[in-house]
C-alpha cells in the first residue's frame, strides 16, 4: 500500500529580485520486500524489518518505488503571467 511521503505544495522565492514559485510535486512511495512480497507502510516499518534478527530480510530485500504527480501549469511562450497567485489553486 503506497504511502505519501511529500504532498504538492507552492511557495515563493526571491531570485534575481524576481518573485518566483518553487513547485514541490506531490510523491508516493512503495516499499515492497522482494522476497516475501510483504508491503510496507513506512520506511520506520522497513527497517525495523530489516534490523529484527528474528526475520532473514535484508536492505537489498526491499525494493522502493516512487510515483511523482507533477501538475501541468498553464504557461508558455504566449503567456501573459504577472502573478503567480493562483498556481497554488492549480496544484491543491
Known amino acids: 500500500m503506497p504511502f505519501v511521503e511529500t504532498e504538492a505544495s507552492v ?6 529580485g524576481k518573485r518566483v514559485p518553487v513547485i514541490t510535486p506531490k510523491s508516493e512511495v512503495t516499499l515492497t520486500n522482494t522476497v516475501t512480497g510483504k508491503e ?3 520506511d520506520a516499518e522497513a527497517m525495523q524489518d530489516v534490523q529484527n534478527p528474528n526475520s532473514s530480510t535484508q536492505s537489498e530485500h526491499i525494493r522502493r518505488d516512487v510515483k511523482v504527480t507533477v501538475e501541468s501549469l498553464p504557461i508558455g511562450t504566449a503567456s501573459n503571467i504577472s502573478d503567480w497567485r493562483e498556481v497554488k489553486n492549480l496544484v491543491n
Not at 511557495?11 to 534575481?16: A, K, L, N, T
Open 11 to 16: 511557495r515563493y522565492e526571491i531570485i534575481d
Open 40 to 42: 510496507y507502510m513506512s
